[in-house]
Antibody, heavy 121, light 102 residues
Framework: EVHLVDSGGGLVQPGGSLRLSCSGSGFTFSDYAMHWVRQAPGKGLEYVSSISSIGGSTYYADSVKGRFTISRDNSKNTLYLQMSSLRVEDTAVYYC??????????????WGQGTLVTVSS | EIVMTQSPASLSVSPGERATLSCRASQSVSSNLVWYQQKPGQAPRLLIYGASTTGRFSGSGSGTEFTLTISSLQSEDFAVYYCQQYNTWPPTFGQGTKVEIK
């Protein structure tokens, strides 16, 4: 059974940094592209960042480009999102999401439980 | 960016009734559309993609007009449903349709 466990969320001040992690199990982690998708409180869904199976290709939403960095360690079955220069509008639940393909297809078939990031002074 | 518009924003349906949800794209996304279901306090769950059927959930459409049909609503189907296109970068979601108990 596919399992994605997100962690690393918390309260951070504007301008601060945070690193999210996602541990995957129940599938061959290195065979699939992965994403971070966020959902602001009471709002809809937004793809934030994506990475191909071996990390050769990445994608960033315009709203986070230059501030967030996605990476993965396939030897540890772990996905990361380094977030810096955080803004109040980055407040959201961040979901780790598995793609159905090794390339960034954006057809996502499994989601983690989410980790809440709150940016506030 | 392709804008996905879902209608209605909310829908009140009695258990056992049929529900029809719509999703419209601002330009063609071919058949590259997926539907997700999200229950309160839970992560979204992949429901269906393309024109296919899973149990009582059926997806149809191509180009710019898509429909999700729930043939006979069960208590566990009351949730928010999102469509998402994956034809063109960036991928975009609709704003969601909330299906409520009547």
């Amino acid at each position: 059974e596919v399992h994605l466990v997100d962690s690393g969320g918390g309260l951070v001040q504007p301008g601060g940094s945070l690193r999210l992690s996602c541990s995957g199990s129940g599938f061959t982690f290195s065979d699939y592209a992965m994403h971070w998708v966020r959902q602001a409180p009471g709002k809809g869904l937004e793809y934030v960042s994506s990475i191909s199976s071996i990390g050769g290709s990445t994608y960033y939403a315009d709203s986070v480009k230059g501030r967030f960095t996605i990476s993965r360690d396939n030897s540890k079955n772990t996905l990361y999102l380094q977030m810096s220069s955080l803004r109040v509008e980055d407040t959201a639940v961040y979901y780790c999401v598995k793609d159905s393909s090794d390339y960034i297809r954006f057809l996502s078939d499994y989601w983690g439980q989410g980790t809440l990031v709150t940016v506030s002074s | 960016e392709i804008v996905m518009t879902q209608s209605p924003a909310s829908l009140s349906v009695s258990p056992g009734e049929r529900a029809t949800l719509s999703c419209r794209a601002s330009q063609s996304v071919s058949s590259n559309l997926v539907w997700y279901q999200q229950k309160p306090g839970q992560a979204p769950r992949l429901l269906i993609y393309g024109a296919s059927t899973t149990g009582r959930f059926s997806g149809s459409g191509s180009g710019t007009e898509f429909t999700l049909t729930i043939s006979s609503l069960q208590s566990e189907d009351f949730a928010v449903y999102y469509c998402q296109q994956y034809n063109t970068w960036p991928p975009t979601f609709g704003q969601g349709t909330k299906v409520e108990i009547k």
